[in-house]
């Protein structure tokens, strides 16, 4: 199985500032797709942005885009101008090109945003 | 649109009780899956369907059973439940959309198993 690691439990950020949520991931494959979902205190997890491993080109989806280095195998993802109905729990996921449907999630983080 | 409709929201058994935590897709799609969600663990894979008749085991199967009988059904059975199987448990469907995978969750079950 695919390893995804979300190393900050917790992080907090003021309204309309920027915050850097970080993620890694362990896998051999070179074709895999990588996402970030908002799961808000309703717990429906919404989809925010997603990457494909072969462009380089990091995503953008208004306020949010992401940090891809695949060398590294890191996946940040960048809130800008910081809202508070950003304050949810984060996840990462990573799901291969090959194998198909299966989806590996981090652990989350826990956003909070203060007024 | 429903979507993916999971019932009940809510459930608490006792230890050993079995039950089935149902799981109603109406777009037609495929692929299903079942997660639970524990904190500090993220969401894991308890099993997946790719079709109609088709299951097979993600990362932590054991205690959960599941059948695939129709394209729009993909219930979730405890045959005992344990204390340890006390988690918030989604169901998913996804199709496919070029080389994307788009996955669409339920709202989730919360059991409590005492």
């Given at each position: 199985a695919q390893t995804v690691t979300q190393s900050q439990p917790e992080m907090s950020v003021?309204?309309?500032?920027?915050?850097?949520?970080?993620?890694?991931?362990?896998?051999?494959?070179?074709?895999?797709?990588?996402?970030?979902?908002?799961?808000?205190?309703?717990?429906?997890?919404?989809?925010?942005?997603?990457?494909?491993?072969?462009?380089?080109?990091?995503?953008?989806?208004?306020?949010?885009?992401?940090?891809?280095?695949?060398?590294?195998?890191?996946?940040?993802?960048?809130?800008s101008d910081s809202q508070l109905g950003d304050a949810a729990m984060y996840f990462c996921a990573y799901r291969s090109g090959r194998t198909g449907n299966q989806f590996y999630f981090g652990t989350g983080t826990s956003l909070t945003v203060i007024p | 649109n429903a979507g993916v409709t999971q019932t009940p929201k809510f459930q608490v058994l006792k230890t050993g009780q079995s039950m089935t935590l149902q799981c109603a897709q109406d777009m037609n799609h495929e692929y299903m899956s079942w997660y639970r969600q524990d904190p500090g663990m993220g969401l894991r894979l308890i099993h997946y369907s790719v079709g109609a008749g088709i299951t097979d085991q993600g990362e932590v199967p054991n205690g959960y059973n599941v059948s695939r009988s129709t394209t729009e059904d993909f219930p979730l059975r405890l045959l005992s439940a344990a204390p340890s199987q006390?988690?918030?448990?989604?169901?998913?469907?996804?199709?496919?959309?070029?080389?994307?995978?788009?996955l669409f969750f339920g709202s989730g079950t919360q059991l409590s198993v005492l």
């Open positions: 003021q309204e309309a500032e920027t915050v850097t949520l970080s993620c890694t991931y362990d896998t051999s494959e070179s074709d895999y797709y990588l996402f970030w979902y908002k799961q808000p205190p309703s717990r429906q997890m919404i989809l925010v942005i997603r990457q494909e491993a072969y462009k380089q080109q990091n995503a953008t989806e208004n306020r949010f885009s992401v940090n891809f280095q695949k060398a590294a195998k890191s996946f940040s993802l960048k809130i | 006390t988690s918030v448990y989604f169901c998913a469907s996804s199709y496919s959309e070029g080389r994307w995978e788009k």
